[in-house]
C-alpha cells in the first residue's frame, strides 16, 4: 500500500505542476482554456470554472491542458466560433513557444524547489572534514597528514565540512595549498600538492580530478536493521559501529559497504561497539544481482543494515536556492548524458525502467522518509521535464521542434503532415511504454509493487 500511496503522489505532484505550467502560461498570453485536466480516461471528478472545465481523470499517468484554437480554422482544423483573440493557433510564434515550454520547464522549477526547501528545513548531509584513510605515498601522506586530523583551512579559506575540503582541492588545479589542520587539539599547517589521478563516474566513464590521497572519517554506525537479513539474524542493533572487518580497520560507511559488497557467500568477521563494550560477530553477507554503472549485471553482497543518519548542515534561503538550482543542473546534465548513452547504445535497453520501477523505488524512499521521498520526487521530475523536451512528435519537444520548423520556413507545417507525425509519434510512445513496462517485470519482484 505504500508503494501505491507514493507513485500516486510522486506522478500526481509531477503532473499537476507541468499542467499548471501550460495553463498558468497560457491564461497570460491570453489564450482561453477550454479543459485542464489531471489523468486520462473516465472523469471521476468535474468542476467547471467561468471559462475553463476541471477534471480528475481514472488514468494518473498523465494530464493535458485543451487550449482554444488549438489548430488554425484557416487550415480547417479549428472552428470559426472560437474568439480569435483567445485562439492559440493565432497567438505569435513566440507565445506559443512559451506556452508549450512551459510545462517541462516547470518540472525543472519544482525539482529546484524541492531542493531548495530541503536545504533551508533540513539541511544537506555532509561529513566532517576529518581524514579517514590514508593512502602511502599519497600527498596527504607526504604532507605528514595522518588519521584523525582535522582540516580546518585551505589557503586561510575556512572549512567546515569535506565537501568544502574537496572544493577546494579540485579548484587548486594542482597547485600547492596551506593546509591549516587540528591534531589533538593544536592547530598546525602544512603544504600540499593534490596530485592528478583518474575516478570514474556513475556511468563508468574516467574523468580527470585532483587527489590528496585520503577520504573522510566518518564511523560506519549502523541505523536501519533489515528484518530477515543477515545483519538481523547474527543480532546487529542500531547504534553498533563497525570499527573493522576480519581484523581490518573501517574509517567510513563507504569502506564498510565497499568490503560489504565484494564478500557475497563469503563469511566475515565483524568488530563492532555497542554501549563501550568490544563484540565480534560472524556473517555471511546475501548474494545480489545488481546492474552496474554501464549497465553489466554484477553480484554484490548485502548483510541488510543501513547508515545512521549524517550531520546536516543548514542553507540560508539565498544559499539554498542557489544550491537547489544546482543540484537540478547537474542532476538535468547527468540524466541527459544517461539518454545520450542510451541512443548510441553505451547503455543497454534493459536499464531502461517504466512506471512500477517508479512505483517500487517511491514506495522504497518513503519508507527512508520524507526527504528521501522528496529527493526522488525532484528527480523524477528532472526526467519529465527532459523527457518531454525530446523532439519526439506528441511530446511538448515535438511541438517546440514544429515551432522551430515554422520559424525557419516562415510558416507551419501543413496540418496533414503534422497528424501523422504525431500519430508516428505516439505509436513509438506506446511502444516504448510496453518495453519499459517488459523491463520492470523481468528485473523487479511483482508482488512488491501491492506491499
Given at each position: 500500500m505504500t508503494t501505491i500511496l507514493s507513485f500516486?503522489?510522486?506522478?500526481?505532484?509531477?503532473?499537476?505542476?507541468?499542467?499548471?505550467?501550460?495553463?498558468?502560461?497560457?491564461?497570460?498570453?491570453?489564450?482561453?482554456?477550454?479543459?485542464?485536466?489531471?489523468?486520462?480516461?473516465?472523469?471521476?471528478?468535474?468542476?467547471?470554472?467561468?471559462?475553463?472545465?476541471?477534471?480528475?481523470?481514472?488514468?494518473?499517468?498523465?494530464?493535458?491542458?485543451?487550449?482554444?484554437?488549438?489548430?488554425?480554422?484557416?487550415e480547417g482544423?479549428?472552428?470559426?466560433?472560437?474568439?480569435?483573440?483567445?485562439?492559440?493557433?493565432?497567438?505569435?510564434?513566440?507565445?506559443?513557444?512559451?506556452?508549450?515550454?512551459?510545462?517541462?520547464?516547470m518540472n525543472f522549477v519544482l525539482a529546484a524547489a524541492i531542493f531548495a526547501v530541503v536545504f533551508m528545513i533540513v539541511g544537506r548531509p555532509v561529513l566532517p572534514s576529518t581524514l579517514g584513510r590514508i593512502k602511502a605515498d599519497g600527498p596527504a601522506a607526504q604532507a605528514g597528514l595522518r588519521t584523525g586530523d582535522r582540516v580546518t583551512a585551505v589557503d586561510g579559506v575556512p572549512v567546515t565540512n569535506w565537501?568544502?575540503?574537496?572544493?577546494?582541492?579540485?579548484?587548486?588545479?594542482?597547485?600547492?595549498r596551506q593546509i591549516a589542520f587540528s591534531r589533538d587539539g593544536?592547530?598546525?599547517?602544512?603544504?600540499?600538492?593534490?596530485?592528478?589521478?583518474?575516478?570514474?563516474?556513475?556511468?563508468?566513464?574516467?574523468?580527470?580530478?585532483?587527489?590528496?590521497?585520503?577520504?573522510?572519517?566518518?564511523?560506519?554506525?549502523?541505523?536501519?536493521?533489515?528484518?530477515?537479513?543477515?545483519?538481523?539474524?547474527?543480532?546487529?542493533?542500531?547504534?553498533?559501529?563497525?570499527?573493522?572487518?576480519?581484523?581490518?580497520?573501517?574509517?567510513?560507511?563507504?569502506?564498510?559497504?565497499?568490503?560489504?559488497?565484494?564478500?557475497?557467500?563469503?563469511?566475515?568477521?565483524?568488530?563492532?561497539?555497542?554501549?563501550?563494550r568490544s563484540l565480534t560477530v560472524s556473517v555471511v553477507p546475501q548474494g545480489f544481482k545488481e546492474r552496474g554503472p554501464s549497465g553489466q549485471e554484477i553480484d554484490i553482497g548485502r548483510i541488510g543494515i543501513g547508515p545512521a543518519a549524517v550531520s546536516y548542515l543548514r542553507s540560508n534561503p539565498i544559499q539554498a536556492v542557489w544550491y537547489g538550482v544546482a543540484?537540478?543542473?547537474?542532476?538535468?546534465?547527468?540524466?541527459?548524458?544517461?539518454?545520450?548513452?542510451?541512443?548510441?547504445?553505451?547503455?543497454?535497453?534493459?536499464?531502461?525502467?517504466?512506471?512500477?520501477?517508479?512505483?517500487?523505488v517511491a514506495g522504497e524512499q518513503a519508507k527512508q522518509g520524507l526527504m528521501s521521498l522528496a529527493f526522488f520526487t525532484a528527480v523524477i521530475s528532472v526526467n519529465l521535464g527532459l523527457l518531454n523536451l525530446l523532439p519526439v512528435p506528441i511530446l511538448d519537444g515535438g511541438h517546440l521542434f514544429f515551432f522551430v520548423i515554422e520559424g525557419i520556413l516562415g510558416r507551419p507545417l501543413s496540418l496533414r503532415k503534422r497528424e501523422v507525425a504525431q500519430q508516428v509519434g505516439l505509436f513509438l510512445l506506446l511502444l516504448l511504454m510496453v518495453f519499459a513496462v517488459y523491463n520492470d517485470l523481468t528485473r523487479i519482484d511483482f508482488l512488491r509493487f501491492f506491499k
Open positions: 500516486v503522489v510522486v506522478i500526481g505532484i509531477l503532473i499537476l505542476v507541468h499542467e499548471l505550467g501550460h495553463f498558468v502560461v497560457a491564461r497570460w498570453m491570453g489564450v482561453g482554456v477550454e479543459r485542464f485536466s489531471i489523468g486520462f480516461g473516465p472523469v471521476l471528478l468535474r468542476w467547471r470554472g467561468k471559462e475553463t472545465e476541471y477534471c480528475l481523470s481514472a488514468v494518473p499517468m498523465g494530464g493535458y491542458v485543451k487550449m482554444m484554437g488549438e489548430e488554425s480554422p484557416l482544423g479549428g472552428t470559426a466560433t472560437v474568439d480569435p483573440a483567445k485562439s492559440f493557433s493565432l497567438k505569435p510564434l513566440a507565445a506559443r513557444f512559451l506556452i508549450v515550454f512551459a510545462g517541462p520547464g565537501e568544502d575540503l574537496l572544493g577546494a582541492i579540485q579548484a587548486s588545479g594542482g597547485e600547492t593544536r592547530e598546525q599547517r602544512v603544504a600540499l600538492t593534490p596530485a592528478r589521478t583518474k575516478a570514474r563516474d556513475v556511468f563508468g566513464d574516467e574523468r580527470e580530478v585532483w587527489d590528496i590521497g585520503a577520504g573522510p572519517f566518518a564511523p560506519a554506525r549502523i541505523g536501519e536493521i533489515l528484518p530477515g537479513y543477515p545483519a538481523a539474524k547474527v543480532g546487529l542493533r542500531g547504534g553498533d559501529v563497525v570499527v573493522a572487518v576480519d581484523g581490518n580497520a573501517v574509517l567510513s560507511w563507504d569502506e564498510l559497504a565497499e568490503t560489504i559488497h565484494k564478500r557475497a557467500g563469503k563469511p566475515m568477521e565483524l568488530t563492532i561497539e555497542r554501549a563501550g543540484r537540478t543542473w547537474d542532476i538535468t546534465v547527468l540524466t541527459a548524458r544517461g539518454l545520450w548513452k542510451l541512443v548510441t547504445r553505451q547503455l543497454p535497453a534493459s536499464t531502461i525502467g517504466g512506471p512500477i520501477q517508479i512505483a517500487v
